[in-house]
């Protein structure tokens, strides 16, 4: 869902709105990579309309690009509970921003109780088709995850071989509750507790 902020008090409103988690894009219509950014947003929110996105238009809202130390666009923030939890400055791919703002996002799930808060990281390695399938999976579900790719962090790789004696990925924790490969009854069943 990606909108316009019309301005200051648009945005303000916006915030109450969207209190727990908010994406943030600063864009101007003079740049070329603003431009390229907001069809690679367009991309991404495809895959991800459920998630707020707002573009903030520099040159007709002033001002609150320096309230955010905004300095170039394109940027993008996400903010959570009000704080900058992720920044993205220059154009990225729509695969890019789905990998760092999905994973800012704070898990929500809904159960026969109410939303949940979950702490979910999927631990991947890049080529791991399933480890696709898995995160594709969680989003459908509109479980937001932080994704550790294995191997860049050696340290996560070898904790969690450690933790459940194997290197193969996907991994999913849940709340401390290790899914290894993708397992879609045990992640619903973690999930639905």
Known sequence: ??????DQSHFEQVKKEHEVFLVVVFYADFSPNAKRSLKELEEFDKENSGMPVYIV???KVKGLHKQ?????VPTVLALQNGKTVRRIEGVESSQFYAR???GAHPSLHKSDKGKKVRRVIVYS??????CGLVKTYLRKQGVAFRE???SRDQNAAERLA???GQMAVPQIDIDG???VGFDKSKIDRILST
Request: glycine share 6%.
């Open 125 to 130: 390695s890049p080529g791991c088709p399933a």
């Open 1 to 6: 869902m990606i909108e316009w902020i019309k």
């Open 57 to 59: 238009d520099v040159q």
């Open 177 to 179: 509750n290790l899914v």
């Open 100 to 102: 760092v703002l999905c």
């Open 148 to 150: 550790v790719d294995i």
């Open 68 to 72: 955010f130390g905004v300095a170039s």
């Open 162 to 164: 450690r933790r459940s």
